[in-house]
């Protein structure tokens, strides 16, 4: 036997994933805060809080959507499914672009890192 209408779990659960995205701005914004000094140095602790503030946004901005496209599939609803693929979209993206920014490659040392033996007899060293 089979149920047209959905259960209240599924709808629970992509209220819930709506209501979680709203988290996501406010959490930023008070990682961001907490960074503010106001020409003081930063604080070691403020600058952890900080950080998890911003991982618990990730965090939330990833797993919301994910679960609210189960839920928009689960009550078949397309429009549920659509408006929670463009927010994971957006969210890896905007990821994806704060990781390519704040990556800085390492660079490379201008000495050698060893010794080097040249033709004639000589070696150069670092250090030397």
């Known amino acids: 036997m089979r149920r047209d209408e959905p259960s209240w779990v599924p709808t629970f659960l992509l209220a ?3 209501l979680a995205l709203l988290a996501v701005p406010v959490l930023a914004w008070q990682s ?3 960074r503010i000094t106001f020409g003081g140095p930063l604080e070691p602790e403020a600058k952890v809080h900080s950080d ?3 991982v618990a946004a990730l965090i939330i901005a990833v797993v919301a959507p994910v679960v609210g496209i189960a839920a928009g599939w689960w009550l078949r609803s397309t429009g549920s499914i659509v408006v929670m693929t463009v927010v994971l979209s957006v969210t890896v993206a905007l990821g994806l672009f704060a990781v390519i920014k704040t990556y800085h490659p390492p660079e490379p040392d201008p000495w050698p890192t060893h010794c080097q033996e040249h033709s004639g ?3 150069e060293c670092p250090g030397d």
């Open 32 to 34: 961001f805060w907490t």
């Open 52 to 54: 998890h503030l911003m």
């Open 121 to 123: 007899g000589g070696n």
């Open 16 to 18: 819930g994933a709506f």
